[in-house]
């Protein structure tokens, strides 16, 4: 029995749209028929969600509809249904019902057609990869197999509201220096466009020759003014430029390097790519899968090309029999807080719980870097923006300083 989207008119004429089960298009037809409804197109649920994801490797703009709060609470919804005994089918049913989000919806049927049809819940999500990521249909796998789904469920609920909560907090703590930055920038535009030249102009045309401050003044704001459309366009050139050349691999990797040795950047950027990864190992370690595909997957998550390419290569070293510890701890990018407690949990056969609290730790720590780095950039921004300021209404008052000797 299959799941099709439907579009029909009800007998005011009315379009009506929804979802209905049965075993063929026209078997839909006809049962939308019975219920008093004119159809007037009939596709697969699948069909109809895996179009748009495919488009979403190709227009940017298309991907919408599906947010990380709305997998996170996907997630437990399924994890509590299964928790309850409920079967898969019906708990994807459940699921779809209580979802607002309709791409959402049609999606969660599509895997239940599919889990109808007898394949198994990993296999339907395998539909939408960039909505169910590896980590989820691997762990989902390993769950299944095990008998142990609502567990596995239940951790990457934990692992997926994590991740939005780390996400979230430190967007928020970059919208007032990002408000800032933007104030700033409209502020000194405004007074070099509009102040400057009003003011300037009283000075010019008294005949004296005007300090050396006031005429880069003049200058600024002349190429502000006349030449300002052109600095736009050659800013964006610049940056269309180098967005180019960021896209070759060598060139990233470079980059990526360059900011891992930036003071509090580079600890900004090793922190979050460390506690992503040690997040993602101790679920799939957790949850069964194997140590190797749980390496792979979990270095999928990184997106430092030089911690990503470590990851790589110590996966190579443990499939030749080397630990995880010492393999991670050869490249040299990796904490050795984060070392000692895999070590730690190789030796105690406690793995997973020592990357989670690796994860926890590196968590804690990204946590304090971030506020560390607002609390120095934040006074850094507003020293900057008086300075400019200041400089500007130096420029403005010379001429009158210069203009109150000469009566005197």
């Given at each position: 029995?299959?799941?099709?989207?439907?579009?029909?008119?009800?007998?005011?004429?009315?379009?009506?749209?929804?979802?209905?089960?049965?075993?063929?298009?026209?078997?839909?037809?006809?049962?939308?028929?019975?219920?008093?409804?004119?159809?007037?197109?009939?596709?697969?649920?699948?069909?109809?969600?895996?179009?748009?994801?495919?488009?979403?490797?190709?227009?940017?703009?298309?991907?919408?509809?599906?947010?990380?709060?709305?997998?996170?609470?996907?997630?437990?919804?399924?994890?509590?249904?299964?928790?309850?005994?409920?079967?898969?089918?019906?708990?994807?049913?459940?699921?779809?019902?209580?979802?607002?989000?309709?791409?959402?919806?049609?999606?969660?049927?599509?895997?239940?057609?599919?889990?109808?049809?007898?394949?198994?819940?990993?296999?339907?999500?395998?539909?939408?990869?960039?909505?169910?990521?590896?980590?989820?249909?691997a762990t989902v796998a390993?769950?299944?197999?095990?008998?142990?789904?609502?567990?596995?469920?239940?951790?990457?609920?934990?692992?997926?509201?994590?991740?939005?909560?780390?996400?979230?907090?430190?967007?928020?703590?970059?919208?007032?220096?990002?408000?800032?930055?933007?104030?700033?920038?409209?502020?000194?535009?405004?007074?070099?466009?509009?102040?400057?030249p009003e003011i300037v102009?009283?000075?010019?045309?008294?005949?004296?020759?005007?300090?050396?401050?006031?005429?880069?003044?003049?200058?600024?704001?002349?190429?502000?003014?006349?030449?300002?459309?052109?600095?736009?366009?050659?800013?964006?050139?610049?940056?269309?430029?180098?967005?180019?050349?960021?896209?070759?691999?060598?060139?990233?990797?470079?980059?990526?390097?360059?900011?891992?040795?930036?003071?509090?950047?580079?600890?900004?950027?090793?922190?979050?790519?460390?506690?992503?990864?040690?997040?993602?190992?101790?679920?799939?370690?957790?949850?069964?899968?194997?140590?190797?595909?749980?390496?792979?997957?979990?270095?999928?998550?990184?997106?430092?090309?030089?911690?990503?390419?470590?990851?790589?290569?110590?996966?190579?070293?443990?499939?030749?029999?080397?630990?995880?510890?010492?393999a991670l701890r050869q490249?040299?990018?990796?904490?050795?807080?984060?070392?000692?407690?895999?070590?730690?949990?190789?030796?105690?056969?406690?793995?997973?719980?020592?990357?989670?609290?690796?994860?926890?730790?590196?968590?804690?720590?990204?946590?304090?870097?971030?506020?560390?780095?607002?609390?120095?950039?934040?006074?850094?921004?507003?020293?900057?923006?008086?300075?400019?300021?200041?400089?500007?209404?130096?420029?403005?008052?010379?001429?009158?300083?210069?203009?109150?000797?000469?009566?005197?």
């Amino acid at each position: 029995m299959a799941v099709f989207s439907y579009t029909a008119l009800d007998r005011e004429g009315r379009h009506r749209r929804g979802m209905v089960e049965s075993d063929s298009p026209r078997a839909a037809r006809q049962q939308l028929r019975e219920e008093g409804l004119i159809p007037v197109k009939i596709e697969t649920t699948e069909e109809k969600a895996a179009a748009p994801e495919r488009a979403l490797t190709v227009r940017w703009w298309q991907a919408r509809g599906v947010s990380p709060q709305e997998l996170a609470l996907v997630t437990r919804q399924l994890a509590t249904l299964i928790r309850s005994a409920l079967p898969v089918e019906e708990a994807l049913l459940t699921a779809a019902e209580q979802n607002a989000n309709e791409r959402m919806r049609k999606m969660l049927m599509s895997v239940r057609a599919r889990v109808l049809e007898g394949r198994t819940l990993a296999e339907g999500l395998r539909l939408f990869p960039h909505v169910f990521p590896e980590i989820f249909q691997a762990t989902v796998a390993a769950g299944e197999q095990s008998g142990h789904l609502e567990a596995v469920l239940e951790r990457l609920a934990d692992y997926a509201e994590n991740r939005q909560l780390v996400h979230q907090k430190i967007s928020l703590a970059l919208v007032y220096p990002l408000l800032l930055v933007a104030m700033s920038v409209l502020i000194v535009t405004g007074l070099l466009v509009y102040v400057v030249p009003e003011i300037v102009t009283v000075f010019q045309n008294l005949g004296h020759r005007l300090p050396l401050l006031t005429r880069a003044l003049i200058a600024v704001s002349g190429l502000v003014r006349h030449d300002g459309i052109f600095l736009v366009i050659g800013l964006a050139g610049l940056l269309f430029a180098a967005r180019r050349a960021y896209r070759r691999a060598r060139v990233r990797s470079r980059v990526h390097r360059f900011a891992l040795r930036v003071p509090l950047i580079g600890r900004v950027i090793r922190g979050l790519n460390t506690a992503r990864f040690t997040r993602t190992l101790s679920i799939l370690s957790g949850s069964g899968v194997p140590v190797l595909d749980a390496l792979r997957i979990s270095g999928e998550v990184i997106t430092n090309v030089p911690m990503k390419v470590a990851v790589d290569e110590a996966t190579d070293r443990v499939r030749e029999g080397r630990s995880l510890a010492g393999a991670l701890r050869q490249s040299g990018l990796f904490p050795p807080m984060m070392i000692h407690l895999i070590a730690s949990g190789e030796t105690s056969g406690q793995l997973d719980a020592m990357l989670a609290r690796a994860a926890e730790n590196q968590e804690r720590e990204l946590e304090s870097i971030v506020g560390t780095f607002l609390s120095v950039l934040e006074p850094a921004m507003i020293l900057i923006m008086g300075g400019v300021v200041l400089t500007i209404v130096l420029a403005i008052l010379l001429p009158i300083f210069e203009l109150n000797r000469l009566i005197h």
